[in-house]
């Protein structure tokens, strides 16, 4: 398939050669839930305290993203780009860059991609490269570990071949594959996977990884910092249309909402909003990719992640502690027609108001597929 969208010459938004030192980008990416975004927490917090200067740019389609709220709770050093993927919106994504740079000069920036994102290789890594004075561009492509073991043992695999179609194409143009929540299976199974990996995916570095073991994650970091790429780094051969399809299977939802009470039971009443979105979807038999719930009740923030594979990490409490206010930003990446998947929320919203005696303030709503990639940049040699 010819691919129109071709240059050889990148312009950045603005060079700050002469304002800082070389850095690193750390890019990530990975399906849907695989958990990246817990790994670089993990690791931000673990460097923060070694005293180095450490910045995040997360990414997504929608434009309320779970990822950065959460990240921000711990005032760690956060831009985004959303309303699309780092290849679709490229020049925002130097702008972040460069904000990033303007504020504190980080030695290290993590850059997390879109789940459904890739060709990263040839649409973000190779455009930065002739742009930014950057030390090293290193892929992580993580895979959850529990989502990966029907893919080996044959079984059926609850997403379309379109879908697999990208998480197989993000693997393969892969630095290092970090096979991540691996402590959810035995050491026969990670053993049997991790040769599997080697085997697929000759050549490439290959982590396990439990991304909440602070042990773990070192691990991965340093061999971050020691590792070199390859002087030639192959762009993929990829089908943009069956690149398109894949992604347009899965429906994106986002949605802000402001929970009201006067009796204390808003907090009660946002969790069993959320144990019934995620009952519903399942009922309903549609693969989660992923649904995240952010959960401000003015205590504390708390995120909930579902995947069809993974479950729930952590499940709400049955008996939270009373509040008038709660503050709930969700996140929806599942198999089915966004007004489907609207329509599910919707259902789970007028339950809770039918059950509490609670006030509903939508602040920002919409659902939808993503339209066809068309990166910015790309450079397929």
Known sequence: MEVLFQ??????????????????????????????????????????????????????????????????????????????????????????????????????????????????????????????????????????ASMLWPVIKGETFFLSEDVRYIYQKQLEEADLIVLNKADLLSNEQRAEMTIFLKKEYPGKVILVQDSTNEDSVRIWYSVLERFRPNEVRRSLDIDYDRYARGEQVLAWLDERLVILSTDGSASVAAHHFIRDVQRRIHKAGLPIGHLKFLLDDDREKRKYSYTTISGSGPFPEANPEPSDHVEILVNARVQADPEMLDDLVKAALLNMKEQFPVEVNIISSQAFQPEQPRPIHRIPE
């Open 7 to 144: 240059i050889n010459t990148i312009h950045s938004t603005r060079i700050l050669f002469d304002t800082f030192t070389f850095m690193k980008l750390y890019l990530l990416s990975g399906f849907l839930g695989s958990g990246k975004t817990t790994a670089i927490f993990t690791a931000s917090k673990l460097l923060v305290a070694e005293g180095r200067e450490v910045g995040i740019i997360t990414n997504d389609q929608g434009n309320e993203l779970v990822d950065t709220a959460y990240l921000n709770r711990d005032r760690l050093m956060i831009k985004e780009v959303n309303n699309g993927c780092f290849c679709c919106r490229f020049d925002e994504l130097e702008k972040q860059l460069n904000s990033l740079i303007d504020r504190r000069k980080p030695e290290i920036i993590f850059a997390e991609t879109v789940g459904s994102c890739a060709d990263l290789i040839a649409t973000v890594v190779k455009p930065l490269g002739r742009s930014f004075p950057l030390e090293d561009i290193i892929l992580s492509v993580f895979a959850d």
